[in-house]
């Protein structure tokens, strides 16, 4: 059988230390010294998935292929790795609950009480399993989402303890995260969040093996013989994790700690293959020499929160690379765009993309934003939402159809040019009920996407419930409006662009979600181009 190892991250001290990031580092240095490695996130939160959060609770709402709406963590798992996610690599309280409740409704527990233990984490063990069991991979990655010590984290730290204890210590390891801060006062980095948070996971039976400790400041020999004696580790398994430039330059700095090099010692696995990061270190190169800059309008109703977008940024950064120019982002609030401001808001950027978003709240401002860029032959991305908008601004100031909405925002509408499509008319439960996930489209060979995708059939990920009205398809083909994208299937449209225009592209689909350090977006390089063109 195969003999799947298991390495847990738990975090300490403050949220937000990049567990993320940490992991998908570490599962990209195993990757690339041969394992095959996956990673899953475990979030404490009672919501069956973050489907149903608002952007600015969590962040974006990540789509994997089989249509699981996911923690933003996944994306950069999928980035790093470049292979895909899938529904088993995310995990929430809420889910685990349904599925131990479900069961007890199915009366599969015997007549017996169901408790936290060992019911809610044997469900947790059997989740963190799930994938190991596959057979694909030498090495799970668990990050445990939370802070040692929540409430909320109990289950998940004990289902770790008995999983070591039942794995073995040398099939499984626990790394924890904590934050070493620097007190400006004192002039000095202090080591006592961490043996209190060492401390608090100790008392749920767990010792980690290895300790991260983020930091902006280096880590000495003696903070690290400090650490190690009082948290019960060997001074080479404190590893620092100071501040880094750009996060993929993170997997580098972990090399360079050896964090990989423990992990695998103790996992009792062969490091004698050394990671060579050759693609990789060619991005960053790349990505921190640009020969130019441009600067790309990003409008959106949730810009506050930076994270909301946080595929579409990435995906900049990557199809930049390519390009080899900076990619600057003007976060612009719909909102906050109107008739009388926009010449001002959006002069001087060199592309504008129209973002995904949901309601009514807004959206004039994105209608605004399409307009600008349609007549000002700047080059325009509009994604999901914002492809809508561009539809619903043809049909408005191109077609003559002063009422063109979707019914989204005005159910009676007179001219309803994006509607709820045909199979959500019945659905009233709002978690997991769009249309999700990886869909073909089949693209017109005369088009601004068949040069940038140079294949006829692609595959894309959705996450949507309204769509282009095809009662409106005849009108606005012959006003000029193309739809070069198509399913193959259903004849939903997936793409629209304006032939007469530089760079014109509204799609249906998510192209962010697919971006990868490797594998940049065809579509992001291609409209990243154009904006280079257009600024020259
Ligand atoms: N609200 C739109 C719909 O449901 C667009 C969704 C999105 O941008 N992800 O169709």
Same mark, same amino acid.
């Given at each position: 059988m195969h003999n799947t190892k298991y390495v847990f991250v738990t975090g300490g001290v403050t949220s937000s230390l990049g567990k993320g990031i940490i992991a998908a580092s570490l599962a990209k240095l195993l990757q690339e010294r041969g394992y095959s490695v996956t990673i899953q996130k475990l979030d404490p939160y009672i919501n069956i998935d973050p489907g149903t959060l608002n952007p600015y609770e969590h962040g974006e709402c990540y789509v994997t292929d089989d249509g699981a709406e996911t923690d933003l963590d996944l994306g950069h798992y999928e980035r790093f790795l470049n292979i895909p996610t899938s529904q088993a690599n995310n995990v929430t309280t809420g889910r685990i609950y349904q599925s131990v409740i479900n069961k007890e409704r199915r009366g599969e527990f015997l007549g017996k009480t169901v408790q936290v233990i060992p019911h809610i984490t044997d469900e947790i063990k059997r989740r963190i399993q799930r994938l190991g069991k596959t057979g694909k991979f030498d090495i799970v990655i668990t990050e445990i989402g939370g802070t040692v010590g929540d409430i909320e984290s109990l289950p998940y730290v004990e289902s770790v303890r008995q999983l070591q204890w039942e794995l073995g210590q040398e099939n499984a390891i626990v790394i924890h995260l904590t934050l070493v801060p620097y007190l400006a006062a004192a002039g000095e980095l202090k080591t006592k969040p961490t043996q209190h948070s060492v401390k608090m996971l100790m008392q749920s039976g767990v010792a980690p093996n290895i300790l991260v400790c983020r930091t902006e400041h280096e880590i000495n020999d003696n903070i690290k013989r400090k650490l190690a004696l009082f948290c019960n580790v060997k001074t080479q398994d404190v590893i620092q994790s100071i501040d880094a430039e750009t996060i993929y330059d993170v997997p580098n700095l972990m090399f360079d700690e050896g964090l990989d090099r423990v992990v695998l010692e103790k996992l009792q696995l062969s490091s004698e293959k050394q990671p060579k990061l050759i693609a990789w270190n060619q991005f960053l190169r790349k990505h921190k020499n640009p020969k130019s800059t441009i600067e790309i309008a990003l409008i959106g109703k949730y810009v506050e929160l930076h994270d909301s977008y946080k595929s579409i940024t990435e995906a900049f +950064?990557? /199809?930049?690379?390519?390009?080899?120019?900076?990619?600057?982002?003007?976060?612009?609030?719909?909102?906050?765009?109107?008739?009388?401001?926009?010449?001002?808001?959006?002069?001087?950027?060199?592309?504008?993309?129209?973002?995904?978003?949901?309601?009514?709240?807004?959206?004039?401002?994105? +209608?605004? /934003?399409?307009?600008?860029?349609?007549?000002q032959n700047i080059p325009f991305l509009g994604i999901c939402l914002g492809m809508q908008m561009a539809v619903i601004e043809y049909a408005r100031n191109v077609l003559g159809l002063a009422a063109a909405n979707s019914t989204e925002m005005d159910l009676k509408t007179k001219n309803p040019v994006i509607d709820l499509m045909e199979e959500q008319k019945t659905i009233t439960d709002k978690g997991g009920t769009m249309r999700l996930g990886a869909w073909d489209c089949k693209l017109d060979k005369n088009s601004k996407v068949f040069d940038a995708y140079k294949t006829a059939m692609i595959s894309e990920r959705h996450r949507h419930r309204y769509e282009f009205n095809n009662q409106y398809f005849d009108a606005l083909t012959k006003a000029g409006l193309k739809a070069t994208g198509v399913n193959p299937d259903t004849g939903l449209v997936e793409i629209i662009e304006l032939p007469n225009h530089p760079w014109f592209v509204g799609v249906q689909y998510h192209p962010e979600y697919k971006s990868t350090v490797l594998n940049p977006h065809p579509l992001f390089v291609s409209f990243v181009k154009a904006a280079l063109e257009q600024s020259v």
């Amino acid at each position: 059988m195969h003999n799947t190892k298991y390495v847990f991250v738990t975090g300490g001290v403050t949220s937000s230390l990049g567990k993320g990031i940490i992991a998908a580092s570490l599962a990209k240095l195993l990757q690339e010294r041969g394992y095959s490695v996956t990673i899953q996130k475990l979030d404490p939160y009672i919501n069956i998935d973050p489907g149903t959060l608002n952007p600015y609770e969590h962040g974006e709402c990540y789509v994997t292929d089989d249509g699981a709406e996911t923690d933003l963590d996944l994306g950069h798992y999928e980035r790093f790795l470049n292979i895909p996610t899938s529904q088993a690599n995310n995990v929430t309280t809420g889910r685990i609950y349904q599925s131990v409740i479900n069961k007890e409704r199915r009366g599969e527990f015997l007549g017996k009480t169901v408790q936290v233990i060992p019911h809610i984490t044997d469900e947790i063990k059997r989740r963190i399993q799930r994938l190991g069991k596959t057979g694909k991979f030498d090495i799970v990655i668990t990050e445990i989402g939370g802070t040692v010590g929540d409430i909320e984290s109990l289950p998940y730290v004990e289902s770790v303890r008995q999983l070591q204890w039942e794995l073995g210590q040398e099939n499984a390891i626990v790394i924890h995260l904590t934050l070493v801060p620097y007190l400006a006062a004192a002039g000095e980095l202090k080591t006592k969040p961490t043996q209190h948070s060492v401390k608090m996971l100790m008392q749920s039976g767990v010792a980690p093996n290895i300790l991260v400790c983020r930091t902006e400041h280096e880590i000495n020999d003696n903070i690290k013989r400090k650490l190690a004696l009082f948290c019960n580790v060997k001074t080479q398994d404190v590893i620092q994790s100071i501040d880094a430039e750009t996060i993929y330059d993170v997997p580098n700095l972990m090399f360079d700690e050896g964090l990989d090099r423990v992990v695998l010692e103790k996992l009792q696995l062969s490091s004698e293959k050394q990671p060579k990061l050759i693609a990789w270190n060619q991005f960053l190169r790349k990505h921190k020499n640009p020969k130019s800059t441009i600067e790309i309008a990003l409008i959106g109703k949730y810009v506050e929160l930076h994270d909301s977008y946080k595929s579409i940024t990435e995906a900049f +950064i990557h /199809a930049g690379a390519t390009n080899e120019t900076k990619v600057k982002v003007r976060w612009i609030h719909s909102e906050e765009l109107t008739p009388e401001n926009v010449l001002g808001k959006l002069k001087g950027v060199n592309g504008i993309l129209v973002a995904p978003g949901f309601g009514e709240r807004g959206i004039e401002g994105k +209608i605004k /934003a399409v307009q600008y860029a349609r007549e000002q032959n700047i080059p325009f991305l509009g994604i999901c939402l914002g492809m809508q908008m561009a539809v619903i601004e043809y049909a408005r100031n191109v077609l003559g159809l002063a009422a063109a909405n979707s019914t989204e925002m005005d159910l009676k509408t007179k001219n309803p040019v994006i509607d709820l499509m045909e199979e959500q008319k019945t659905i009233t439960d709002k978690g997991g009920t769009m249309r999700l996930g990886a869909w073909d489209c089949k693209l017109d060979k005369n088009s601004k996407v068949f040069d940038a995708y140079k294949t006829a059939m692609i595959s894309e990920r959705h996450r949507h419930r309204y769509e282009f009205n095809n009662q409106y398809f005849d009108a606005l083909t012959k006003a000029g409006l193309k739809a070069t994208g198509v399913n193959p299937d259903t004849g939903l449209v997936e793409i629209i662009e304006l032939p007469n225009h530089p760079w014109f592209v509204g799609v249906q689909y998510h192209p962010e979600y697919k971006s990868t350090v490797l594998n940049p977006h065809p579509l992001f390089v291609s409209f990243v181009k154009a904006a280079l063109e257009q600024s020259v």
